[in-house]
């Protein structure tokens, strides 16, 4: 069968958009995932999604990393997908949707490429030695770096990801630097099992970390820079709790196109 998909970007993490709202495609089968997210013998992506319809909700976000296993929340992907959704008139300017951590409310602007999606409320955040563990929709090691530029992510963020505290669940490890008034951040992804250009939980994880780690609170916006261009996140802090909090990036469309899926 041939399959018609969209390719969107989000700073620079790639995904492959599905409509399956007439649940076409039986997307419980990891070879076929994994192969067209394959950059050599596939379409090529940090993941694959499908929008399906959901009671209740304008739809449902299926999300899949590239490895074909399930995912936790993507953050870029939940903001591309809600590009994607406003593409064919599905939502407008607002929607509420469905993702594996729950609701989600998002604006997207009229000219379709700027995202601003909430995230889930975060109380919990933990230390190990100088680094910060945080979920904010999927885990995340937050740690600091110097010269990140030019450090080995891959080399590094395996390590950690791969260590005995981690490596049966999995965590997506972050580096940070500060920059200008914002932060410098890159993510090795699990699932990806490499370094990402961008990473939406991962950016909030570390905005989060570093309010804490600063002894901020009240409203705050923290600008960050990735290696796929800027994000935005905003958020309420009193302390205890973080709330209210929004990741805010572009989400562009790519290309659309089909191909063969050879059962």
């Not at 903001?79 to 300017?93: L, T, Y």
């Not at 601003?116 to 919990?124: E, F, P, R």
């Not at 005995?164 to 500060?178: L, M, S, W």
């Not at 705050?220 to 905003?234: H, Q, S």
């Amino acid at each position: 069968m041939k399959l018609h998909f969209y390719k969107y970007r989000g700073a620079g993490n790639d995904f492959i958009l599905v409509d399956n709202r007439e649940i076409a495609v039986n997307h419980h089968n990891v070879e076929l995932i994994a192969g067209l997210c394959d950059r050599r013998f596939g379409i090529g992506g940090d993941g694959i999604m499908f929008l399906q319809n959901k009671e209740g909700y304008d739809f449902e976000m299926v999300y899949y990393n590239a490895d074909g296993q399930p995912s936790s929340m993507c953050g870029n992907g939940g903001r591309c997908i809600v590009a994607f959704a406003k593409f064919p008139g599905i939502i407008d300017s607002e929607t509420d949707f469905l993702a594996v951590d729950g609701p989600h409310h998002a604006k997207i602007s009229e000219t379709g490429d700027w995202v601003s999606l909430q995230m889930i409320d975060v109380d919990t955040i933990t230390k190990n030695a100088d680094a910060y563990v945080l979920n904010t929709g999927s885990p995340h090691y937050v740690t600091p770096a110097h010269d990140l530029a030019n450090k080995n992510v891959y080399a590094d963020g395996h390590a950690i990801r791969n260590n005995e505290t981690y490596k049966a669940n999995g965590i997506n490890v972050n580096f940070v630097e500060p920059k200008a008034n914002g932060y410098f951040v890159r993510t090795f992804e699990r699932g990806v099992e490499d370094e990402t250009y961008a990473c939406g939980t991962g950016v909030t994880a570390v905005a989060l970390a570093m309010a804490k780690h600063n002894n901020q609170t009240g409203s705050i916006e923290t600008p960050i820079k990735v290696l796929g261009g800027d994000l935005n996140i905003r958020f309420n802090y009193d302390g205890i709790s973080f709330t209210k909090i929004f990741l805010e990036g572009p989400a562009k469309l790519v290309f659309e196109g089909e191909v063969q899926i050879y059962k």
